[in-house]
Each structure stands twice: as structure tokens, then as C-alpha cells.
């Protein structure tokens, strides 16, 4: 199975925003509805931050948006804060019932 | 609330066998999928399996197709998975997961290291 396409790393200021790409096929991203987005800090379990592609879950900051055109998903950070640097994994759950990540984004807050 | 713990992990030489548990509350098991996701030290997330709420369907990923085997009980709110013919590049921290299309709870991982 191949992976998503993600920019290995981002980064913005305090109160900035940053958005974080996430690129496949017509195959997954495309055409599911199921983009998600997790974020994980070190030595943590990965949380979900959106699913299909721009739905929060309960107890997100709407700081955290999702979008998609074509076959490419974004993430955006708004008003950026400390607790956000962490490595973001886009995922996907394609036809083929199996759940695609992308490499990873490591985001630093300057 | 909802929680997920792995166990099962440890060190087993190349070609050996571990099964790895999953023990969920919380939350009703037996209507939510299940993945098993493993993180090698220092990479990416690596989607291994799926088993579906009911335990009807399965899929697995090709590096691990045909050694690996999920399963559940329902009864026991237990994920299970059963890796056999271990190599060195299974090394990783496996994690379960719940939901299907989107996992929005995981578990802390279980790490399995296969080395010689």
C-alpha cells in the first residue's frame, strides 16, 4: 500500500497560521470522505483531530480546521500556540478498507 | 470513559510468534471496528489490520498478509493479534485503535522488538 504525501515539516510563529498539505490518488484522498487528521506528541498515542475531512471531535479547539480539493487534504492551524508543535499524520480509509497515513508533518512552533 | 490497552509485546528472535491483546471499556465494543497500527522507532504511523464490529471481515496489509491473523471476542471486549514468522523490520510500537473509518480513540502500544 502506498503512503499520502505530506511536507516533512512546518512551522509558524505564536498567533500565526500554518496550514499542512496532505497529497494521494483519486483512489483515497480523492475520493473518500474519510480524510482524517491526528496529531501526536512525543512518546504519546496519536488523537484525532478531524475526520471526514473537516468534522471536529468533541474537545478539539476550532483553532484546528480540515479541508480537501481534489485529490490533496490540508490542515490548518490557526492562531498558533505551544502545545500545537507536535507531528501530524494525515490518514485516509480507502476503498479497499484499509487505512492509508501520509509520512508526517513534525511542526514546530518558533 | 473510553480505553484501550494493549499487551503481549516483548522481544522474540526472527521467525518466531507473539499475540498481542487489546482490552477495550468504556464504550460499547461489540458495535465499533477495530484497528492494529504499529510505529517503528522513530517513523511513521503503518497501518497493519482491521477487523471489522462483528468479527465477519478482516484486512491486513501486504507486508504482513498471510503471518499475521486479527481476530476478536466480543465477550471479553478483547482484540486480538497473532503474528507469526516475525522479521526484524516488525519491530515497533503496535497500537489498537477504534473506529473504522476514522480510529478516534488508541490505546497507549505495545512494543514488539524482533531481534536476534
Known amino acids: 500500500q502506498s503512503t499520502l504525501t505530506q511536507p516533512p515539516s512546518a512551522s509558524g510563529s505564536p498567533g500565526q497560521s500554518v496550514t499542512i498539505s496532505c497529497t494521494g490518488t483519486?483512489?483515497?484522498?480523492?475520493?473518500?470522505?474519510?480524510v482524517s487528521w491526528l496529531q501526536q506528541h512525543p512518546g504519546k498515542a496519536p488523537k484525532l483531530m478531524i475526520y471526514?475531512?473537516?468534522e471536529r471531535p468533541s474537545g478539539v479547539p476550532d483553532r484546528f480546521s480540515g479541508s480537501k480539493s481534489g485529490n490533496t487534504a490540508s490542515l490548518t492551524v490557526s492562531g498558533l500556540q505551544a502545545e500545537d508543535e507536535a507531528d501530524y499524520y494525515c490518514?485516509?480509509?480507502?476503498?479497499?478498507?484499509?487505512?492509508?497515513f501520509g509520512g508526517g508533518t513534525k511542526l514546530t512552533v518558533l | 470513559q473510553v480505553q484501550l490497552v494493549e499487551s503481549g509485546g516483548g522481544v522474540v528472535q526472527p521467525g518466531g510468534s507473539l499475540r498481542l491483546s487489546c482490552a477495550a471499556s468504556?464504550?460499547?465494543?461489540?458495535?465499533?471496528?477495530i484497528h492494529w497500527v504499529r510505529q517503528a522507532p522513530g517513523k511513521g504511523l503503518d497501518w497493519v489490520s482491521v477487523?471489522?464490529?462483528?468479527?465477519?471481515?478482516?484486512f491486513y496489509a501486504d507486508a504482513v498478509k498471510g503471518r499475521f491473523t486479527i481476530s476478536r471476542d466480543n465477550s471479553k471486549n478483547t482484540v486480538y493479534l497473532q503474528m507469526n514468522n516475525l522479521r526484524v523490520e516488525d519491530t515497533a510500537l503496535y497500537y489498537c485503535?477504534?473506529?473504522?473509518?476514522?480510529?478516534?480513540?488508541w490505546g497507549p502500544g505495545t512494543l514488539v522488538t524482533v531481534s536476534s
Open positions: 490518514s485516509s480509509y480507502a476503498g479497499s478498507n484499509n487505512l492509508l
Open positions: 483519486s483512489s483515497d484522498v480523492g475520493g473518500s470522505k474519510f
Open positions: 485503535a477504534r473506529g473504522k473509518t476514522a480510529p478516534n480513540s
Open positions: 468504556g464504550f460499547t465494543f461489540s458495535d465499533y471496528g
Open positions: 471526514e475531512v473537516s
Open positions: 477487523i471489522w464490529y462483528d468479527g465477519t471481515s478482516k
